[in-house]
């Protein structure tokens, strides 16, 4: 798993209402991530200036009945530590895909999104599926169902994990069609504690 070296970035929080308010200051001391879907060298992120929005590129999640065994299912796994002030919670509360499909008739497509904090339980997940026939891009928002707050006076990492697959006889469930990159979109809720 590459890790990037520490970050030294502080930002003001500003959200619309009150009760989704950030803390006054987070700091992303670290990032990693790593599997079958990405690497370090064909894979990046960015941050939102106001830490609610984090969008990760993966050069390679991209699945396919095309490359055997092996190339038909496809991960990411994401470990963000994030410090900010005693007395927050932060949890996921959606994702955004956008990529693309090309899947034949009684063949499928699946892209999922699964998130766990550290040393606690709970992990919410998120499951799309992409019926054949069905060829063109994608831009899907999705909410979890499950809400799994880090602990309070506690700053676990947050561990996001994302899986495509294809199942039939010709699929593929990818990465932006122009480049070839799989842009998501993270969106944080927090809470006082």
């Known amino acids: 798993m590459a890790v990037m070296a520490a970050l030294s970035v502080v930002t003001i929080l500003s959200v619309a209402t009150p009760a989704l308010a950030g803390p006054p200051k987070v700091t992303i001391s670290s990032v990693a991530y790593g599997g079958s879907g990405c690497s370090w060298s064909d894979s990046t992120y960015v941050l939102s200036p106001d830490y609610t929005v984090l969008t990760f590129i993966f050069g390679n999640l991209i699945a396919t009945t095309d490359a055997g065994l092996l190339g038909q299912r496809k991960t990411c796994q994401i470990s963000l530590s994030l410090d900010y002030p005693p007395s927050w919670s932060v949890t996921l509360g959606s994702v955004t895909g956008r990529g693309f ?32 026939p069905r060829t063109g891009n994608f831009e899907v928002t999705d909410k979890f169902l499950t809400v799994v707050y880090s602990q309070c006076n506690d700053t676990p990492n947050l561990n996001i ?29 927090w809470k006082k504690c």
């Open 161 to 189: 994990k994302h899986v495509v697959r294809v199942e039939g006889s010709k699929a593929v469930v990818g990465l932006d069609s122009s480049d070839s990159k799989f842009k998501l979109l993270f969106s944080l809720l």
């Open 101 to 132: 499909t090309d899947i034949a008739k009684d063949s499928k497509g699946v892209y999922e999104t699964q998130f766990y904090f550290s040393g606690q339980t709970g992990t919410p997940t998120i499951t799309r599926t992409f019926a054949g």
